[in-house]
């Protein structure tokens, strides 16, 4: 089982500093099963970037995936007050699929 | 459009049964395999079980085999997830997602969950 891990687990910033979100897999994955969500209490969690750097439908531009083999990282280029939330990646090229543990993004 | 819509969560006793169900709409639900993901409170997002397009393939986390089981009904446009044996640490708001499964593979749509609290 592939664990992702994701760092830090709370990163507090303010609007429009620049986040960067770390995850790591405990083995290499291929780039194409690696996405990113943001997910804010009481809403379905929303997909920012699949295939490790590709964008989502909507997804606006100060929002970057970037990474391969065991390091993968989202960055935020300047935080709007929407963007304080939770983020996952997710690894689904192995079964079981998994979630890294979420990094909380807070003002 | 595509929508995911769950019901069928509550309050159930230690040891109880609850069905999910995820209605899909806006897509052809037969040609998509689906998923279920929980959030326990205070807790990060856990997959739960996956079910193929058609149905014949079916995978379950360790902590829910032998207790929970997936299903579809492609002809209804609806997932299923049944819940046996309910435990304290089942409490979870419980999602349904769609997999986009080409080039890339990953949950492209998620519903909005419905919450399962297992208490006494």
């Known amino acids: 089982e592939i664990v992702l891990t994701q760092s830090p687990g709370t990163l507090s910033l303010s609007p429009g500093e620049r986040a960067t979100l770390s995850c790591r897999a405990s083995?290499?994955?291929?780039?194409?099963?690696l996405a990113w969500y943001q997910h804010k209490r009481g809403q379905a969690p929303r997909l920012l970037v699949y295939?490790?750097?590709n964008k989502a439908t909507g997804i606006p531009d100060r929002f970057t995936g970037s990474g391969s083999g065991t390091d993968f990282t989202l960055t935020i280029s300047r935080l709007e007050p929407e963007d304080f939330a939770v983020y996952y990646c997710?690894?689904?090229?192995?079964?079981?699929?998994?979630f890294g543990q979420g990094t909380k993004l807070e003002i | 459009e595509v929508q995911l819509v769950e019901s069928g969560g509550g309050l159930v006793q230690p040891g109880g049964s609850l069905r999910l169900s995820c209605a899909a709409s806006?897509?052809?639900?037969?040609?998509?395999?689906m998923r279920w993901i929980r959030q326990a409170p205070g807790k990060g997002l856990e997959w739960v079980s996956a079910?193929?397009?058609?149905?014949?393939?079916?995978y379950y986390a360790d902590s829910v085999k032998g207790r929970f089981t997936i299903s579809r009904d492609n002809s209804k446009n609806t997932l299923y997830l049944q819940l046996n044996s309910l435990r304290a640490e089942d409490t979870a708001v419980y999602y349904c997602?769609?997999?986009?499964?080409?080039?890339?593979?990953?949950?492209?749509?998620w519903g909005q969950g419905t919450l399962v609290t297992v208490s006494s």
């Open positions: 997710l690894q689904s090229g192995s079964s079981p699929y998994s």
């Open positions: 083995q290499s994955l291929s780039s194409s099963n």
């Open positions: 295939g490790a750097s």
């Open positions: 079910i193929s397009d058609s149905g014949s393939s079916t």
């Open positions: 997602a769609r997999v986009y499964w080409g080039t890339y593979r990953y949950l492209d749509y």
């Open positions: 806006g897509f052809t639900f037969s040609a998509y395999a």
